[in-house]
């Protein structure tokens, strides 16, 4: 069985911290420092990344293996008789929503914060082409090249001609943000959630306010709406947890404990 990496800092009601990209929990420490005083912070880390596994071979990833891994996590962590707060990033919300489709009866709240589903769109192929664009473009010109077609991608804007080189080896298996261009990215966005299993009231879908008029705050909306779940926003885009780590825990905070049925 796959060995478990994951973190665990603070006091109270488990919160579990499944990060987006490919899983590498950088960037996220401010947040869950401010998190840990309110609960028990427990930061997955599905790939090891943190935890002494980069560089070493990944394969392609898949949204149920994230989700199964974060549901043996919460059975190492949880009290018996207790559930889990849940708070899923971009590729960690997919994570997420797949756990609560899965496992209701262990999750108390979860809030999943920009998860790319964009296959519930009316233009999920568009958007599937887009994501394939964006990986192609890694494999012709490189790290900064698809980064700056994935922006465009999520600001449904036009992009700029790709320049660049292939990238080496080495970068793909060393780089977190090449591991999840190659291994995540086209997997994850191509996920169908189980609409009728999330139709929860401990389901809450966030966008940033940062990315209002974007692909994933239409995404987060829509899913909102065909779930019955609550969507709200927070601070920044979307990487707000870093790039307003306190005011995205505070938000975080209260949007984990409004009451079902607000």
Not at 198 to 205: D, I
Not at 242 to 247: D, G, R, Y
């Amino acid at each position: 069985m796959t060995r478990l990496h994951y973190d665990a800092q603070g006091n109270g009601p488990v919160l579990l911290v499944i990060p987006g990209g490919a899983g590498h929990p950088m960037g996220l420490a401010a947040m869950t420092e401010r998190l840990a005083d309110h609960f028990t912070v427990v930061t997955y880390d599905p790939l090891g990344l943190a935890h002494g596994q980069l560089g070493m071979p990944v394969g392609e990833q898949r949204v149920e293996a994230w989700s199964e891994g974060a549901r043996r996590v919460l059975d190492e962590v949880l009290p018996d008789g207790e559930s889990a707060y849940v708070f899923g990033a971009s590729s960690g919300g997919i994570a997420a929503l797949d756990l609560l489709a899965r496992h209701p009866g262990r999750l108390r709240h979860v809030v999943a914060h920009e998860a790319p589903v964009v296959e519930v769109l009316p233009d999920a192929a568009r958007q599937r082409a887009m994501f394939t664009d964006v990986y192609e473009t890694y494999r012709r010109a490189g790290l900064k090249a698809a980064g700056a077609r994935l922006v465009a991608g999520l600001e449904e804007t036009d992009p700029a001609p790709a320049e660049g080189h292939p990238p080496s080896a080495e970068e793909e298996l060393t780089t977190p943000m090449a591991l999840f261009l190659t291994r995540v990215l086209c997997p994850f966005s191509s996920y169908m959630p189980d609409l009728p299993a999330l139709k929860s009231p401990s389901l809450t879908l966030a966008a940033g306010i940062g990315s209002r008029g974007g692909l994933l705050h239409r995404t987060a909306s829509l899913t909102a709406e065909l779930t019955g779940g609550h969507f709200t926003e927070f601070p920044g885009g979307h990487i707000g947890a870093l790039e307003h780590p306190q005011e995205f825990a505070a938000r975080l905070i209260e949007a984990l404990r409004e009451p079902a049925g607000r």
